[in-house]
């Protein structure tokens, strides 16, 4: 069935004023300021008028398996749910491996991210995990991303953390070449996504890299850049370089406002530092475990992403930090859709890809559209996971 939005108030993520929006099967089919359809055809009109039509969200980093497990087996986080992703307005899922490579696998996230493309939203994976050598599928990096059409980059590669390989700079410059190639001949993005840690090296294996081989700073996307004040101020300068760097939406209760910036006060840091907003990214982490280490690496707490926070970052930098809403919206939608080469995603515009959301006057969530579906609507949900009551 076609399906007609009448009376949007449309962000593209850029402001364009009110429009119809003609939805036919998985894509946007036209976009005007008035459509008609006679009544000799089927379809289903939604009245929008009132409420505001954006772009649907891009989350690139979450642990769509489960994470976790650094407080022994029994604090290794659940497989995600499809409401867990849709119920904050996420259309487009990148899964990614973390810390545990051994009881999580790549064969897994795979599976899973098919199983999330089966029940209505778009899900991708990247290929690795936090350590070196990098585990893959097919025993390299660049044949997982030119054979596996689920793979679009290598991640989370950890540095600076006391969890990771403690990789060299030659190591690192070896894994984005491989990606970076594979990329190339495929097609695709093939990034390098990077788990900064506490460490003191801070994103110092990434500049040597950028300053002695031929590599581009936009190989890579660090995140979790906004843990610490020290870090965060690192980041303004790797990114008025030219490098793209990611906020973390997802901080649990028990970490402190002092160690880790609220994603929205930091995008609004970022934008008064001269930092291009193109170069800004938001990923919620989810399902991943938030684990809190004291001085000496022990365990100490636990708490679990939410894929849900990365919207309520983005509202929050509108509504509490005064940053236009086309500006903020780039965040989760245009910039994420152009860093890993998502063509038909992260814009309304015509033969992209119907994904969109319905936002209140509130900036709550209304209406959740995936590849034409309805998944939400008038905030019920129309379409639950497999296994979800």
């Known amino acids: ?225 906004g843990r610490n004040m020290d870090l965060f101020e690192a980041s303004i300068t790797y990114a008025k370089r030219g490098g793209l760097i990611d906020l973390t939406t997802s901080t649990g209760k028990n970490f402190s406002v002092d160690a880790n910036i609220k994603s929205s006060k930091a995008l609004r840091a970022l934008l008064d530092t001269g930092v291009p907003i193109e170069r800004i990214s938001f990923s919620s982490d989810g399902q991943g475990s938030l684990p809190l280490f004291d001085e000496k690496g022990e365990f100490i707490g636990l708490d679990i992403g939410r894929v849900t926070s990365l919207f309520d970052e983005v509202r929050d930098a509108v509504i509490e930090e005064k940053i236009p809403l086309d500006i903020a919206l780039n965040v989760i939608t245009s910039n994420p859709a152009r860093n890993l080469k998502l063509n038909g995603k992260g814009s309304i515009q015509v033969g992209k890809d119907a994904d969109m959301v319905i936002l209140g006057d509130d900036l709550d969530i209304v209406t959740v559209i995936a590849k034409g579906n309805l998944m939400i609507k008038d905030r019920e949900v129309l379409v639950k996971g497999t296994f979800e009551g």
């Open 1 to 225: 069935m076609l399906k007609l939005l009448k009376n949007a108030d449309v962000y593209a993520p850029e402001h364009i004023g009110k429009r119809d929006i003609l939805i036919t099967a998985d894509k946007i089919g036209y976009i005007k300021e008035r459509i008609d359809i006679g009544s000799t055809v089927e379809i289903d009109i939604i009245d929008v008028d009132g409420k505001i039509l954006v772009p649907g969200f891009i989350d690139s980093h979450v642990h769509i398996v489960g994470g976790g497990g650094e407080g022994g087996y029994k604090t290794r986080t659940p497989e995600i749910m499809l409401t867990d992703i849709t119920s904050g307005g996420v259309t487009t899922v990148v899964g990614c491996l973390g810390t545990d490579e051994t009881t999580r696998t790549l064969t897994s996230l795979i599976a899973k991210a098919r199983g999330l493309e089966e029940e209505g939203i778009s899900s991708y994976i990247l290929t690795g995990s936090y350590h070196i050598p990098v585990r893959t599928i097919t025993g390299s990096i660049q044949d997982d991303i030119m054979l596996i059409d689920k793979i679009i980059g290598v991640g989370e590669i950890a540095i600076s953390d006391h969890r990771s390989s403690q990789p060299t700079v030659e190591e690192i410059k070896k894994i984005a070449a491989a990606s970076r190639v594979g990329g190339i001949l495929s097609g695709k993005a093939g990034i390098v996504n990077i788990h900064i840690g506490d460490g003191p090296g801070k994103l110092h294996i990434l500049e040597e890299i950028v300053d002695n081989s031929e590599i581009p700073i936009t190989q890579f996307i660090p995140t979790h850049i």
